[in-house]
């Protein structure tokens, strides 16, 4: 209201799916604002989102080296040959790194770690609650 905001945004009557609001506060006392939610909403109206971490390029590398015992120097070695690029991919980084390229076509263990890491690529890694999302939702009459 401050900003000249439209409140509408949240509470317009076209909107399919019910809003759902932040509460970014201090994890010291994040769990009274829940509560308080749920108090005030119901129990049966509140629920906490879940967030996933996915494996990423040379997050995957990294672990799939671990597992097959590939010395850490290797595995940082291949994972520094992705490009500090936003969603890339293994694949993506072994037509544009000719370096990586090699390795992968004339080495049996980095191609082996590729291959595992390309078909693990992008799957869920961990799961955990969001830690600022709360959604008040009204239940189909």
């Not at 080296?65 to 520094?80: F, I, Q, T």
């Not at 490009?83 to 992968?104: D, F, G």
């Amino acid at each position: 209201m401050k900003y000249g905001l439209l409140f509408e945004r949240f509470l317009n009557p076209e909107r399919i799916s019910m809003p759902d609001f932040d509460v970014d506060f201090c994890y010291e006392h994040r769990q009274d604002v829940i509560d308080y939610v749920s108090q005030k909403y119901g129990h049966d109206h509140v629920s906490q989102i879940i967030t996933f971490g996915t494996m990423a390029a040379k997050m995957v590398i990294r672990d799939v080296a671990r597992v097959l015992d590939v010395p850490y120097s290797e595995a940082d070695s291949l994972a520094k040959m992705i490009p500090n690029e936003l969603h890339i991919t293994i694949k993506k980084a072994l037509e544009q790194n000719k370096e990586l390229k090699e390795r992968y076509e004339t080495d049996e263990t980095v191609k082996k770690v590729l291959d595992v890491a390309m078909a693990l690529e992008g799957m869920p890694r961990q799961a955990s609650t969001h830690a600022c999302r709360s959604r008040y939702y009204q239940r189909p009459s």
